[in-house]
């Protein structure tokens, strides 16, 4: 069952930011939003393609064996406010606090 544009939006952005925060922080997976496939991820996330954006940071966590993070999970500590209420519904506009944040 395909999710509404809202959730994948929201979605993209806490994966996002959960790969740019903890990717960088591990050494044996130091690139974080250096990145290709986040690169990507990121840029069909701002132009509207979610699912393509959505699978490829969904394997990109997969490949550098990170758990996939649950909707209800906040991506960083930092996060929990701005980007991971909009999945669940505590709204906001967590890419326009993705890209405050200094991510994209």
Same mark, same amino acid.
């Given at each position: 069952m395909a999710q509404t544009p809202a959730y994948e939006k929201a979605r993209c952005a806490q994966l996002l930011g959960y790969y740019a925060y903890y990717g960088e922080s591990r050494r044996e997976n130091s690139d974080g939003t250096k990145n290709g496939l986040w690169i990507a991820a990121s840029v069909d996330c701002a132009a509207g393609r979610?699912?393509?954006?959505?699978a490829e940071i969904e394997r990109l966590l997969t490949n550098k064996h990170f758990p996939i993070p649950g909707a209800?999970? %906040?991506? =960083?500590?930092?996060?929990?406010?701005?980007?991971?209420? %909009?999945? =669940?519904?505590?709204?906001g506009d967590p890419l326009k606090a993705f890209r405050r944040a200094g991510f994209a």
């Open positions: 979610y699912e393509m954006g959505l209800e999970q %906040a991506s =960083t500590p930092r996060w929990r406010r701005q980007a991971d209420d %909009a999945v =669940t519904g505590g709204g």
